[in-house]
C-alpha cells in the first residue's frame, strides 16, 4: 500500500520569501514517481514539479524546487520568491510504476500576504 | 495543450437521482479517471478506466458505475443520488507511457 502524508494543512509567506511544504510518503514499490500539483481557487489541478524515484538530482522548475530524501521518504517543495499567483492548495502525490492509481495527500493551503 | 473537459461547473441533484457526471479529453490519453475530493481527506480515486469498455474499482467505488463507450469519454454515474455524495468529482487523464495526470476544472455536485 502506498501512503501519502502532508502535516501541513495551512501555511503562509510574505511575498518575495521562500517556503517549504512538507510531504511524506510511504511505498514498497523501488520505482515511483512523486509529483507537486497546485490547485488554484479556479479549482484546475496544475503540475508543478515532478520526480522519478530513481533519479537522484532534484528536479527544479523556475521558482519551484523539490528535496528529495529517498531514504527518509521525503518529497518536500520549496517556492522561491513567492508570488500573489502561488496562493493555492498543493498536494504532494505519488505513482506507482506498477499501477495507475496515484496516492493524494490531504493537501497544504497556502497564503501569500503582500 | 491536452484539455481534459467536465461538463458541469456546478451541479445541483436531488436525493434519489441518477446523476451523470462526463468528462471529455482530447488527446487520445488511454487513462482516465475519477476522483472525489473533499476537505481533509485529499482526492480519493472512485474508478479507472485504462481502454474502451475496461474499467477498474479504485478505493471508494461503492454507490457508483462507470461508462467509458469511446476512448475519449469517460462517464461517472451516481445510481442514486445520496447527500453524502456532495463532493467535488475531478476527472483525469494520462497517456500510457506517462506518469503524470492532467486533470479538469471540477464538478462540484450538490445532492440536496
Known amino acids: 500500500a502506498q501512503t501519502v502524508t502532508q502535516s501541513q494543512p495551512e501555511m503562509s509567506v510574505q511575498e518575495a520569501e521562500t517556503v517549504t511544504l512538507s510531504c511524506t510518503y510511504d511505498t514498497s514499490e523501488s520505482d515511483y514517481y512523486l509529483f507537486w500539483y497546485k490547485q488554484p481557487p479556479s479549482r484546475q489541478m496544475i503540475l508543478v514539479i515532478r520526480q522519478e524515484a530513481y533519479k537522484q538530482q532534484n528536479a527544479t522548475e523556475n521558482r519551484f524546487s523539490v528535496n528529495f530524501q529517498k531514504a527518509a521518504k521525503s518529497f518536500s517543495l520549496k517556492i522561491s520568491d513567492s508570488q500573489l499567483g502561488d496562493a493555492a492548495m498543493y498536494f504532494c502525490?505519488?505513482?506507482?510504476?506498477?499501477?495507475?492509481?496515484?496516492?493524494f495527500g490531504t493537501g497544504t493551503s497556502l497564503t501569500v500576504i503582500p | 495543450d491536452v484539455k481534459v473537459t467536465q461538463s458541469s461547473r456546478y451541479l445541483v441533484k436531488r436525493t434519489g437521482e441518477k446523476v451523470f457526471l462526463e468528462c471529455v479529453q482530447d488527446m487520445d490519453h488511454e487513462n482516465m479517471f475519477w476522483y472525489r475530493q473533499d476537505p481533509g481527506l485529499g482526492l480519493r480515486l472512485i474508478y479507472f478506466s485504462y481502454d474502451v469498455k475496461m474499467k477498474e474499482k479504485g478505493d471508494i467505488p461503492e454507490g457508483y458505475s462507470v461508462s467509458r463507450e469511446k476512448k475519449e469519454r469517460f462517464s461517472l454515474i451516481l445510481e442514486s443520488a445520496s447527500t453524502n455524495q456532495t463532493s467535488m468529482y475531478l476527472c483525469a487523464s494520462r497517456p500510457a507511457n506517462y506518469y503524470g495526470y492532467t486533470f479538469g476544472s471540477g464538478t462540484r455536485l450538490t445532492v440536496v
Open positions: 502525490a505519488l505513482t506507482a510504476n506498477t499501477g495507475n492509481q496515484f496516492y
